[in-house]
């Protein structure tokens, strides 16, 4: 059975820091990502990663405060979230695919919720 769960998120401050986890188990992924989706708004695409972590893009909303790397002897990707801003506010979900070009996902986490709030 394949499964993504995520951890990591929370409550804070905006300029603050949080870092995302998201664990995988029962397949490999060529491609890992990272989307989100705010109260109202439709799910958009955060960040993705290769295997390996050759290769990664961002969306240009997250670009140069968010990182995403991932561990691949623990089947694990990981969202470094700096510069937290309010707008981020959403439900992090995390997501699996077999293909990076194509950035395709067909595995979903459950999600989980990052508020930036003062």
């Known amino acids: 059975q394949v499964r993504l769960v995520e951890s990591g998120g929370g409550l804070v401050q905006p300029g603050g820091s949080l870092r995302l986890s998201c664990a995988a188990s029962?397949?490999?992924?060529?491609?890992m990502g990272w989307f989100r989706q705010a109260p109202g708004k439709e799910r958009e695409s955060v960040a993705g990663?290769?295997?390996?972590?050759?290769?990664?893009y961002y969306s240009d909303s997250v670009k140069g405060r968010f990182i995403i790397s991932r561990d691949d002897a623990k089947n694990t990707v990981y969202l470094q979230m700096n510069d937290l801003k309010p707008e981020d506010t959403a439900v992090y979900y995390c997501?699996?695919?077999?293909?990076?070009?194509?950035?395709?996902?067909?595995?979903w986490g459950q999600g989980t919720q990052v508020t930036v709030s003062s």
């Open positions: 029962g397949r490999t992924f060529r491609i």
């Open positions: 997501a699996g695919g077999g293909t990076y070009s194509t950035r395709e996902y067909d595995s």
């Open positions: 990663i290769s295997r390996f972590g050759i290769e990664t």
